[in-house]
């Protein structure tokens, strides 16, 4: 079983030079929060926020991460969810896992970026509409 992990939190403008162990770090100027390895393996996890990356969930009293943080590029590996402040331990993936889930996580960027692209073609298409039709 592996050993109960809760980290406070600091919002911070930016990074300092050497993370605390056991501190989400957390820059909302930046859109990324980053923590020691809560394994205590000491590596720098940095997990960026976006609608394609991670989520941050602050509800007044603890912050939570969406999805979970695999540190499969660490010697560690290890799995977990940060949850209202709590590190809640996942499983092991296996390689194949690791590799299909990049594979997922590449394809819903893709996706994503190809609707913003479409949103703003439209938009841009409407704006001209718009100011063709004021003219004429």
Known sequence: ??????????????FP??????VLYVS?????ATHRCACGCGNEVVTPLSPTDWQLHFDGVGISLTPSIG?????CRSHYFIQRNDVQWARQWS?????????????MKKKYLEATRDEC????????????????
Not at 17 to 22: P, R, Y
Not at 124 to 130: A, G, L, N
Request: hydrophobic share 35%; charged share 35%.
């Open 28 to 32: 909302m100027a930046y859109a990324t």
């Open 71 to 75: 540190n499969w590029s660490f010697p």
């Open 121 to 136: 073609r439209r938009l841009k298409k409407s704006r001209w509409q718009r100011l063709k039709d004021s003219f004429f």
């Open 1 to 14: 079983m592996k050993k109960s992990v809760t980290f406070r939190y600091e919002f911070v403008e930016s």
């Open 17 to 22: 030079d050497k993370l605390e162990h056991g």
């Open 95 to 107: 390689q194949a896992e690791i590799e299909a889930g990049r594979a997922h996580d590449c394809d």
